[in-house]
Each structure stands twice: as C-alpha cells, then as structure tokens.
C-alpha cells in the first residue's frame, strides 16, 4: 500500500507558520502535483512528507503507517532533487547502484538491477562515464534511475527540471509521464511550472501561503477555478479580470464594466441585483465580434504578439486592459480597432469582496 494522507498538518518555524491545518489524501499510483507561487510550502510540505523536514502538528501517514517520527530511509519513498546530487567522482553505474550496496544487496542482484533500470531509462551506454560527461536531461534521468532502483513504495520529485532548458524540460516532462505509466508508483511531484501540472498530474493542489486552494484534476481547475487566485495562476495567456455591476434585466442579467454592458442569462451564477462582481474570461475565449454584434468588448489594439499559429491581442477597453488570443489569420494591425464577444458558458464570475467563484455547484 502506498496511499499518503496528511491529516491537520502544521509546520512552522518559530512564530513563522508555514503549513496550516492541511489535510489530503493521496490515492495509491496516483500521480498527484504540488504547485503554486515561490513560497507557498509545497517544497516544505513535500520535505515533510519524505522526512527531511520535521512536521510541528497533525499526522502524515504512508501505506496507512503513521510517519512523523520515522527517519527517511524507513518510509519506503525515493526522492529525486532538483540538482541531481550525482557523486562527479563515480561513475553513472556506481551512482545509481550506491543505494543497494549500502544496504549490502548481493552484487550480482546490484548488477542485474541496475541493467533493468538503466534499460529502462535509456541509460546502457553511459554506465562507465562519470557525471561530467552526460548533458543535464542525462544527468537527471541518473538521478531518477537511482531512485528507482530502491523500487519504492513512493516517488517525491522536488522540481527536478527546474535546470533544464526548454527543450530538455518537455523531453524529460514526457519521460518522467510514460515512467509513471510503466511503474504506477504514487508520485508526487513540485513544480511551480504550470505547465509540468497540466500535463503530468492526475490531480493538482494548489497551494497558496501554506493553504490548499484548489484540489482537482487540471481539466477541473482550468474549467472550473474556486476562486479569483486559482483562476489567475492556471492558464496561459492569464485570464482577463474586468469588474462589473451586475444588474436584473427581464429573464437575465447585465454586466456593466470595462465601458460596455454585457447580457448574459446567467442562470449557472448566483447573481443579486446591484452587487459588485468580477467577469472573468480567457484570452482564447475572446473570438472575433461581427459589426453589427452587441454587447462586446472593444477597443485600439496597442500591442500584438505573434505566436505562431495564434497571436496575442492587447487593447484597452473602459481603461482596462483586456488581452485576446486570436488565430493568426484574424490578427489585425496595431493601432486598427478591435471588437471581441464571447459565449457564455465560458465566462467565470467572482465575488468582488471574498474572490470566490458565483458559479453553481
């Protein structure tokens, strides 16, 4: 059994509170991501679970086995760092069969597990070179083969291709993903790359100031954020924020804002009459508005950025700037006037005050 469960889990230093009163329950092979902006805790609570960092209050358990008082090597995870912590010295074979030979495993299992591994990985022709010698997605595929070898009860990634370049990074994204479709071991993995989440996790968790956000998997948070923060940080371009008014208009709703008046029917949103929201909406949902379309958003495009098959329009509209991302056969020239609308059902609306979503449950 490998499932992990965090129970009212505290850490802090001195006064300072880190992890607050966090609870979640990982399922067994699941592949679960820990994200979130530079010092929310997820690096703190992943530590935590491995041992490497002692936990002030509640209960961390693996496999149903209570863990906070058990040292790393008797939890049964393997850690991959994000600096690899290969030894230079040694070579890729010896880096990787360290572990085993100081648990005294017989050589010729060493041998023949180490061959597994390095097979597995794509590792068979460096096993006489030393660290040096490999390029850094090499470097970090050791570093992953050595985890691997201890075979695991629980695989904890700390960022592990924070050092790479973009190339390497989606190349290694997609080995670390078939790896976890190979062993099915639970996984839990830190990134602050929203990217890395999307497409690795079955589900992420959200973390903000040592608090959990959102828990879901990424097709839950992208489509349906519990919040302003959540729908903030996930998704690329970032979401337009434009605050409104809303008000009764026969069967539907109005949505004053950004120098315009939105009608939508609004029956998936708890909506009163005169309260201040926030309309959320992602660049790519933003299409092109025929002339004689009402209810847009538009304005002066003051800048473009060309992305290939898509660009991204910036204008502003009623002093708010608002960003669409277009086909690039759309794209207009700078300066010309643009005029955008939007269906419905991909529109997000936020209490003004507290940020949390009006969408219905």
């Known amino acids: 059994m490998s499932a992990i469960t965090c129970s009212h889990v505290d850490k802090a230093y001195g006064a300072t509170s880190v992890i607050r009163d966090l609870n979640l329950s990982i399922e067994e092979h699941e592949f679960v991501v820990f994200l979130g902006p530079s010092g929310c805790g997820k690096s703190t609570l992943l530590r935590m679970l491995a041992g490497l960092e002692d936990i002030s209050g509640g209960e961390v358990s693996i496999g149903g086995k209570v863990v906070n008082d058990l040292d790393p090597g008797d939890r049964g995870i393997a850690m991959v760092f994000q600096n690899y912590a290969l030894y230079p010295h040694m070579t890729i074979f010896d880096n990787i069969a360290f572990g085993l030979r100081r648990q005294k495993v017989p050589a010729a299992e060493i041998r023949k597990r180490v061959e597994a591994v390095s097979r597995t990985l794509g590792l068979e022709p460096y096993l006489g070179r030393k660290p040096a010698e490999l390029s850094g997605g090499q470097q970090q595929r050791v570093a992953i083969a050595r985890a691997m070898i201890k075979t695991p009860k629980v695989f904890l990634f700390d960022e592990p291709l924070s050092n790479l370049d973009a190339k390497l990074r989606n190349h290694m994204r997609v080995e670390i993903a078939r790896l976890h479709q190979s062993l099915k071991t639970t996984t839990v993995y830190v990134t602050h790359d929203q990217l890395e989440a999307m497409t690795l996790a079955d589900r992420i968790v959200l973390l903000k100031e040592g608090v959990i956000e959102q828990v879901g998997s990424p097709a839950e948070i992208y489509r349906r954020p519990g ?80 992305h290939g098959n898509d660009a991204l329009v910036t204008f502003a509209s009623g002093g708010k700037e608002i960003s669409a991302l277009v086909p690039a056969r759309e794209c207009p020239v700078l300066h010309a006037p643009v005029r955008y609308t939007f269906e419905e059902d991909s529109i997000h609306l936020f209490d003004a005050t507290s940020g949390a979503s009006l969408r219905k449950q």
């Open 227 to 306: 919040n302003m923060f959540v729908a903030g940080f996930i998704g690329t371009p970032n979401m337009n924020f434009i605050e409104v008014t809303v008000g009764r208009s026969g069967n539907g709703w109005t949505l004053t804002g950004a120098g315009t008046v939105l009608s939508i029917g609004g029956s998936a949103f708890h909506l009163q009459h005169g309260d201040r929201a926030v309309l959320g909406i992602r660049p790519p949902d933003l299409k092109t508005a025929d002339a004689g379309t009402a209810g847009i958003l538009q304005g002066t495009a003051d800048l473009i950025e060309f």
